[in-house]
């Protein structure tokens, strides 16, 4: 029996695209939406910020050109420019401390957790938790927590006989704003723990048995073997504990408040930046002219300095392996 | 006949059209109070049966965000019809780039007004009038009665028997002061309370003409009864903000709280039970009369954009007048600075008896003008000096100079 013809095409004018333009359609529609989005949220407010920065403004109103007169005042002129070192230090302080107390203690849990002991995923999802709530929220339930008249903080020390260590935790100079870098560590402590994690579990098992059968002990394969190995994840990490820090700006603003008390102990740039260019109702005015110099110059702090750093650590990634 | 028909349903269905047209004139106007959202749909009720070709659209945004929102709107050449300001500084920040519409020769009502509270809504350079005000705020001492009661307490009048009187609430277990020191523009309306009847009435135009500085002895001394307090506010006052002291009030946790006559509503809707006066702030000597720190808090203006001035000139001609102000007061327990509006209210009138003498808040109303202002400097400080970390002189000195980077009378000195 002869194979009957095919049915013959339906007549419809269909338009038949080469897989080359049909892949390119393709790209592009996966690329333009968020191009747009990236261009009308983060190049266009950018550029502009840069415009705004070399003006003089009056009020809301941009009244004339500044030159550079913008920068001259927040980096030089008083009080400004001690606002402006206070809160760029305090900046320093939360990424110092973060890089110790959270990614420290996330690295040691990665370790831990690397030997795959008892519970291991349970712990997985214990330490991830916090990192799916929203910061707002955090930093309000720990703002109540850590209030010294209804905050459980100091009920618990109370109840287990430290009352002597109950203290208005964020009303203190001494201890606002490690407060606040305990809660951020507390929220994102499982982000750093599962990727170091990922990290040492890529790591082939041979290597950790062959060190030991020559007589390696844990301390000496977690700095000779682990430590080399996960290399690029502790640059990732590093990284994106510098832009987070000083771009730092949801938990003060929450905890603490936007003029960053008591006596500027919590002020970070990102909300000096904010209170500037904005207002604080309470008390200050808007100034587009500094706040967007203090935008551009933090924009190009980090800039500078995550690039050149993460080529550094590229590079030691190299020698370590 | 069936001609004259159809010409006359022309003539209506024109009419009816043109009536559409006209009732479509819709205003929209811009506020910050959101829990005022329900009185001002009522006052605005009342306006729209008067004027039913104008409807008022109502919007009410976080106060936080505000100032943002209204900016960013009017850059952009979309704001409201109608703008809810704030005064003196945050006033000027607006009207002195053009976007707001001089009111004086529009509304004549304007001419009857205290001129102080003028002052708040008035464009410094051209003397114009932009807004017209809407209520003005004094800073008083809350009390609750009952505790006051239980513990035989009279009011104090000197600042000696203020301090016995907090001891001896102390004493029984109360929190004598329910504020704390967390939140910061709080510290200046402790400071907005207690510091002018020491520094006096006169202290005001000495600082603004530069007769004195913050340095000078009055405000020192006014600064180091402050730090007196500090033993009768909230337990580990430095952690307790504004919510929190409310909250020791309202709960009757506490027996005097010290904010500005905005709370008055917000703490009988927190607490209906709440027996609670208004008490004058301690004067030094007995026999002196108390000196309150006043402001105006704002005012309606028109949108130099509007593209229905003769409707947007209509309604704030509507605000501006006596039966607006007499419904404002009643329904959201706010002092009216239009003249005749008189308040039955006990607490509103103690608070206008208080008003009687008066000074202007003084970082406010003479230091928001220019950054760093007078506010920042001095909240920021206080705090510090209530923990006991600055003394007051250096707080005094700290803002002195940060004032003299941009005003003149100081820098001369």
């Known amino acids: 029996m002869a194979a009957s013809p095919r049915p013959a095409a339906p007549d419809t004018k269909r338009v038949r695209l080469s897989p080359r333009a049909g892949r390119t359609l393709w790209l592009a529609t996966l690329l333009v939406p968020p191009t747009v989005f990236f261009l009308v949220f983060e190049v266009i407010p950018m550029i502009s910020a840069l415009i705004y920065s070399f003006y003089r403004w009056e009020g809301i109103g941009r009244v004339g050109f500044a030159g550079f007169d913008n920068f001259r005042r927040v980096l030089f002129e008083q009080p400004f420019q001690g606002w402006t070192i206070n809160a760029f230090w305090n900046n320093v302080i939360v990424f110092l401390t973060l890089m110790v107390v959270q990614n420290g203690l996330a690295l040691f849990l990665a370790i831990l957790l690397g030997g795959n002991p008892r519970g291991t995923r349970f712990y997985q999802v214990v330490f991830f938790l916090p990192v799916t709530l929203a910061f707002v929220l955090v930093g309000f339930q720990w703002k109540l927590f850590l209030n010294p008249i209804i905050g459980l903080v100091n009920q618990m020390l109370g109840a287990v006989g430290l009352g002597a260590l109950a203290q208005p935790w964020l009303g203190q100079e001494s201890t606002a704003l490690f407060s606040i870098i305990f809660v951020n560590a507390w929220r994102w402590l499982g982000f750093p723990t599962i990727v170091f994690l990922a990290a040492i579990r890529s790591i082939p098992q041979d290597y950790f048995e062959a060190a030991r059968l020559d007589g390696a002990n844990e301390w000496h394969v977690a700095r000779h073997v682990t430590w080399p190995l996960i290399a690029p994840a502790v640059t990732i990490i590093v990284i994106l504990t510098f832009i987070g820090s000083f771009n730092w700006f949801d938990l003060p603003y929450v905890m603490a408040g936007l003029d960053g008390p008591p006596g500027r102990s919590t002020d970070v740039l990102a909300l000096y930046f904010y209170r500037t260019a904005f207002g604080e109702t309470a008390g200050a005015l808007q100034d587009f002219g500094r706040g967007s110099a203090l935008a551009v110059l933090l924009f190009l702090f980090v800039l500078v300095v995550a690039i050149t750093w993460t080529r550094i650590l590229r590079r030691r990634e190299v020698e370590l392996t | ?413």
């Open chain 2, 1 to 413: 006949m069936r001609k004259r028909f159809g010409v006359f349903g022309l003539v209506l269905a024109c009419a009816l059209l043109m009536g559409f047209a006209v009732a479509q004139v819709t205003l929209n106007f811009w506020s910050w109070r959101t829990e005022d959202v329900a009185a001002y749909r009522e006052l605005i009720d009342q306006f729209e049966a008067e004027n039913p070709d104008i409807k008022v659209e109502f919007q009410a945004f976080e106060f936080a965000t505000y100032a943002t929102v209204q900016m960013t709107a009017l850059l952009a050449g979309e704001g409201p019809d109608i703008v809810h300001v704030r005064a003196y500084g945050a006033f000027e920040a607006i009207a002195a780039p053009g976007f707001l519409m001089a009111l004086d020769d529009k509304v004549p009502a304007l001419a009857d007004f205290p001129p102080l509270a003028l002052d708040g809504n008035r464009l410094r350079r051209d003397g114009l009038v932009y807004a017209v005000p809407f209520a003005s705020q004094t800073l008083v001492i809350y009390y609750n009665v009952d505790i006051f009661e239980e513990l035989g307490l009279a009011l104090p009048e000197t600042w000696d028997e203020f301090l016995d009187t907090a001891e001896q609430i102390k004493a029984a277990g109360y929190v004598p002061i329910a504020n704390g020191t967390a939140t910061s523009s709080m510290n200046e309306v402790l400071k907005g309370v207690f510091a002018p009847s020491f520094y006096g009435p006169d202290f005001f135009d000495d600082i603004m003409t530069g007769e004195a500085t913050f340095e000078d002895p009055r405000y020192v001394g006014a600064l180091e009864k402050l730090l007196e307090l500090a033993p009768y506010l909230a337990p580990q006052h430095q952690g307790v903000d504004y919510p929190t002291s409310q909250n020791l009030f309202v709960n009757e946790l506490a027996a005097m709280f010290v904010s500005g006559s905005w709370d008055i509503a917000n703490l009988r809707l927190q607490n209906p039970d709440l027996n609670f006066g208004v008490m004058a702030p301690p004067v030094p000597e007995a026999g002196q009369t108390p000196l309150v720190s006043w402001f105006l808090d704002g005012g309606f203006a028109v949108n130099a954009d509007t593209k229905h001035l003769e409707e947007a000139v209509t309604f704030v001609n509507y605000l501006a007048s006596r039966e607006f102000g007499q419904l404002f007061t009643d329904l959201l327990a706010n002092i009216s600075p239009i003249p005749g509006v008189v308040s039955t209210d006990p607490l509103l009138a103690k608070v206008a008896e208080l008003n009687q003498n008066s000074t202007p808040y003084i970082m406010l109303v003479g230091f928001r003008y220019q950054e760093p202002s007078g506010s920042v400097l001095v909240q920021e400080r206080l705090a510090s000096m209530l923990a006991g970390t600055i003394t007051p002189a250096q707080v005094a000195k700290e803002v002195t100079e940060g004032i003299a980077t941009y005003f003149e009378p100081f820098q001369n000195r």
